[in-house]
């Protein structure tokens, strides 16, 4: 009589955090790689219907990738002109806006000192002290931006070419993935690819009209205050504001520091206010109706996944970090025995108010014996 092996609870989960543990090495010292390829995937899924209506109207497949593809080069070229004047005028004024900083910080030195008893000369050698600091890291800084530079440059070139063969090998790459399972899951694997592809469209979609809704409100409010580079810094705050409750905040820090340079800092609280109330009209009207998909996270999955996804890839990870998210939460919709965790992204709260307490009857039981109050829902 053959007994099973079954491995304890406590190896189980060394395994799980074993392969977990090496899983995410992997995706940490091959970030250069695997990002781009992710990046390039999501915009190919985004660009196939165009694609797919070029190859409609007789045109060859090659030739309607490309076109595709010098559409969406002529548009980000388009938005990058519409903003590179402010740009400019923004990079011709940064010494004055430096010198502005440094008349503030003297003159907040002089109001420490006056306030607090504290020495000025101590105040400015502990400041200088802290610049001698930043300058002997200049050197080794400056040459990791070049090398920096230098990966974007590649990975910019490296996207359109990766987008271009995702298109086309689109059909080879979705019968490798149908041919990596069972024939009786081939209905299943078909839902969560179809399903995959409307989240990452819907959700793309609606974060551009978000987007433009931001840009359009961030400087249109800044104009009317009178900050200077109203539209750039505009612009800059709805691309942040993407990255879910962290981005806001990250946002308004730049026309706040340019309110207070250029103006004064009565500016500063009321630039505070206006981006108060954009995202306020943000979070209560524009997500629930642009930006809503049939997939939701929750807030705390949410702020979990933006936090990781800026420690393992940074910047780029944190972009990427609610798309994936909701990848993953439908394939764990679909596999029954991860459903529960799919139901642990989502959103959907039980009524707290209906909910069973387990061995409730033994506990009213107990309660009643003992003389203690009765336990109410």
Not at 5 to 17: M, T
Request: with cysteine; hydrophobic share 55%.
């Amino acid at each position: 009589m053959k007994s099973g092996f079954k491995l304890p609870f406590y190896a189980k989960a060394s395994l799980v955090f074993i392969g977990l543990f090496a899983f995410i090495s992997m995706l940490f010292f091959t970030q250069k790689i695997i990002v781009p390829v992710i990046y390039s995937t999501i915009i190919a899924i985004v660009l196939s219907p165009v694609v797919d209506f070029f190859v409609q109207k007789k045109i060859n497949r090659v030739v309607a990738i490309a076109i595709t593809l010098v559409l969406l080069i002529f548009v980000t070229i388009l938005i990058v002109t519409l903003l590179s004047a402010q740009m400019m005028q923004f990079g011709d004024s940064f010494p004055k806006l430096v010198e502005k900083f440094h008349l503030l910080l003297g003159q907040s030195v002089v109001w420490a000192s006056d306030n607090f008893n504290i020495s000025a000369p101590k105040i400015n050698l502990w400041i200088a002290q802290k610049n001698g600091e930043l300058l002997n890291g200049t050197g080794s800084a400056i040459g990791q931006t070049i090398i920096n530079t230098g990966s974007i440059l590649i990975i910019l070139i490296l996207i359109p070419v990766y987008i271009f063969m995702i298109l086309y090998y689109q059909p080879l790459l979705l019968e490798f993935i149908h041919r990596l399972f069972k024939s009786n899951d081939q209905e299943e694997v078909t839902e969560i690819l179809s399903a995959t592809k409307r989240i990452i469209r819907s959700y793309l979609a609606g974060l551009l009209v978000e987007a433009v809704i931001i840009a359009t409100l961030n400087s249109a409010s800044l104009l009317i205050l009178g900050i200077d580079y109203a539209i750039l810094l505009g612009v800059i705050g709805a691309i942040v504001n993407v990255i879910p409750y962290i981005g806001g905040i990250i946002a308004v820090a730049l026309p706040m520091m340019i309110a207070f340079a250029t103006k004064s800092p009565s500016y500063c609280l009321l630039v505070l206010a206006a981006y108060i109330l954009i995202q306020f009209i943000d979070n209560h009207y524009i997500i629930p109706k642009v930006v809503a998909s049939k997939v939701k996270i929750n807030a705390l999955i949410s702020i979990i996944v933006v936090l990781a996804g800026g420690t393992l890839w940074g910047i780029p990870g944190m972009f990427l970090s609610i798309p994936l998210t909701a990848i993953i939460k439908v394939v764990f919709d679909h596999v029954e025995s991860l459903k529960a965790w799919g139901y642990l992204l989502g959103d959907t709260m039980p009524p707290f108010l209906g909910m069973k307490l387990p061995f409730k009857k033994m506990l009213v039981k107990k309660s009643q014996n003992a003389n203690y109050p009765l336990i109410h829902d």
